[in-house]
Nanobody, 122 residues
Framework: QVQLVESGGGSLQAGGSLRLSCTAS????????MEWYRQPPGNQRELVAT???????NYADFVKGRFTISRDNDKHTVYLQMNSLQPEDTAVYFC????????????????WGQGTQVTVSS
C-alpha cells in the first residue's frame, strides 16, 4: 500500500558529495520519524541518521559533522546530504519511514526503500 523510492546514489571519489532522496507514496496520512540506514558490503545494516516529525535529528558518530538529514513533510520526502565522503562510506543506503494510514482503519507501520548504492573510491 505504501511505496518508498530512493534516488541520488552513485560512484564518486573520496572527498566528494552526494544528496540522497527518498519519497513515499500511497496510503499515507502522516509520517512520524524518518531514518537513513546503510549496509556496507558483508556487514550488518546500521542506523545513519534520524529525523522526527518536529525536525529533531540524531546522527551516528561516524557521520556526524559530514552528513545532514532533512525532510519535506508536504512532499513525504527525506533527504540525506553527504559531504566529505570516504571509502568506508561505501554501502547500500536505505530510507525508512514510520507511516500512519487511516484506511481501511488507523494503522502505523515502518516502511523501507529499495536501497541505493553509494560507492566511494580512494
Amino acid at each position: 500500500q505504501v511505496q518508498l523510492v530512493e534516488s541520488g546514489g552513485g560512484s564518486l571519489q573520496a572527498g566528494g558529495s552526494l544528496r540522497l532522496s527518498c519519497t513515499a507514496s500511497g496510503n499515507i496520512h502522516d509520517i512520524n520519524y524518518m531514518e537513513w540506514y546503510r549496509q556496507p558490503p558483508g556487514n550488518q545494516r546500521e542506523l545513519v541518521a534520524t529525523i522526527t516529525r518536529g525536525g529533531s535529528t540524531n546522527y551516528a558518530d561516524f557521520v556526524k559533522g559530514r552528513f545532514t538529514i532533512s525532510r519535506d513533510n508536504d512532499k513525504h520526502t527525506v533527504y540525506l546530504q553527504m559531504n566529505s565522503l570516504q571509502p568506508e562510506d561505501t554501502a547500500v543506503y536505505f530510507c525508512m519511514m514510520a507511516i500512519l494510514s487511516l484506511q481501511p482503519q488507523p494503522y502505523s507501520d515502518d516502511y523501507w526503500g529499495q536501497g541505493t548504492q553509494v560507492t566511494v573510491s580512494s
